[in-house]
């Protein structure tokens, strides 16, 4: 996310950084820079042109010039004008009034609002809502029966929409049906188009009449930059959209579509997709997406993760077994499987402020597929094998190779590492509790 941009913009602070003073040259010339590399982003020309003039006027003044750290308080006011031009801060849904309550989900085909939809229901569903699907594109082979496949596995009632009907009509039904179901939020997955066309705003806003939703989400794709832009620009023409979920912004090296749609369309990006899980949809919040444009991580969006994931009374069983120095493959495969839940280890890592700067991180990508074989070994060995990786010897070694589809060399390393670790977690223990840092508490 952001890389190409990040890259950027960390080369021209870093030369500004280096000078003990700035004068109004080097800002100059740093503006510039920053202006090429947004532009390279495909950050929309007007919204740059904007943005460089507000950082300009900061920059040029006793702000920064006057300042004993004049590098740092250049890139401060950069990320100031960031979060003003994404939006400032979170904008949550707007759900009051009678429920159930209605959010439409509209954008052009492929963009990804049925998935959007069913990872919306999973989000409100673990915040206490409960959220019924109502799949009201009857146009797209097989939209219906997606629906009703991802409700299932997040266990989220979907309407059973007959596909004859009118979008506008299963929307009136679903609604009447959403009572028996004991649901408070309707979520409704509307058709797309491949391009814009009359015949699709007029369906579109014919549901809006009948429907009268709290918040109209346009689902846009990250990936097409100022396409993106041009598509929010036009539905908020039209239906005078409530804000914007982006997708695919895993896959968005650039960033555009992100810094654009808010000053083009004047209405905030309320979500964003960072991947295919189901889970892989965040609240955008303008000041942590700053943060990891400039390099400088996210430590808190980790955190809310790790306290979502992580289960405190195993954290704490865990925390005395390290403190013992008692910790055993089968402790070690459960921490595998929580980190897992948290996202790629490249997703992990670039939210660590600075890790994605370093250049060997770069070089040397995470590789999940280490991670799956070190899980396959594990999951191979008996429970007594885990218990006590002492006992593990070469007969054994080889059944646990055969059965992990791995070889002998893969599983003496793992064993090997985690005797290593073994042996300095017992150093650690031996100097007290202190010595061993809290990290499960």
Known sequence: MFEALTDKLNATFKRLTGRGKL???NIQDALKQ???ALLEADVNYKVVKGLIEDIRTRAIGQEVLESLTPGQQFIKIVNDELVRLMGGEMAPLNLVGRTPHCVMLVGLQGSGKTTTAA???ALMKKKGRHPYLVPADVYRPAAIEQLKKLGQQISVPVHDADSSHKPEDICIE???AAGGQGSDLLIIDTAGRLHIDEALMEELVRIKDKMLPQEILLVADAMTGQDAVNVAKRFNEVLDISGVVLTKMEGDARGGAALSIR???NKPIKFIGVGEKIDALEPFFPERMASRILGMGDVL???EKAQEEFDQKEAEKLEKKLRKA??????FLGQLRQIKKLG???QILGMLPGMGQMKKLKQMKPDEKELKKVEAIINSMTREERRNYKIINGSRRRRIARGSGTSVQDVNRLIKNFAQMKKMMERFSKKGPRSLPSFFS
């Not at 008692?326 to 402790?331: L, R, S």
């Open 23 to 25: 004068t109004d040259a």
């Open 34 to 36: 920053v202006r090429i």
């Open 119 to 121: 990872k919306l229901a």
């Open 174 to 176: 679903a609604r009447m």
């Open 263 to 265: 000053a083009v369309t």
């Open 301 to 303: 969006t980790l955190i």
């Open 326 to 331: 008692e910790f055993d493959f089968e402790d």
């Open 344 to 346: 790629s280890l490249e």
